[in-house]
């Protein structure tokens, strides 16, 4: 990955803001322009009509993915706060050393077991689920989405 700076920070999603908004807009104003001029073609226009609803609805769904990806991203966050919270240094290059399954599995697991798992997950290279296995006393999770 490159080295991210002010110029390169801003990041598109180019199926969703180079594809799917502007298609939908030229569709829209087609659609629109074609109604006022043939409103007796109604077959085309219902088929017309679906292909918006589908496309809406592919917009739509790359706004979840969106809110999945913040999600991730708010479950590492979360990550590095306990960490330091527990063992007061950053946690950069642990958090690195991680996959994002093992992360997301360690946020069950209370400060006593937390550390031991993170330990083995460090050096043993457990996976996400084997630390789900290994967790004894469930810390549960009722505000993911």
């Known amino acids: 990955m490159r080295e991210q700076n002010y110029k390169n920070h801003r990041k598109f999603y180019p199926p969703h803001h180079f594809i799917y908004l502007p298609l939908l807009i030229v569709m829209e104003i087609f659609g629109i322009y074609e109604i006022l ?3 007796r073609n109604q077959l085309t226009w219902i ?7 589908l496309l809406f609805y592919l917009a739509f ?33 642990v958090a690195d050393k991680l996959g994002f399954d093992q992360i997301a599995a360690l946020r069950f ?7 031991e798992l993170l330990y083995r997950a460090l050096h043993e290279n457990i996976s996400g689920d084997e630390i789900k296995r290994s967790i004894m006393n469930w810390r549960a999770d009722r505000q993911r989405i």
């Open 37 to 39: 001029n043939d409103p």
């Open 47 to 53: 088929l017309f009509s679906i292909v918006i609803f």
């Open 61 to 93: 769904m790359t706004r979840q993915h969106y809110a999945l990806g913040l999600q991730n991203r708010m479950v590492r966050l979360e990550f590095k706060q306990r960490y330091f919270e527990i063992f007061g240094q950053r946690s950069d290059d």
């Open 109 to 115: 697991a209370y400060d006593d077991e937390f550390k």
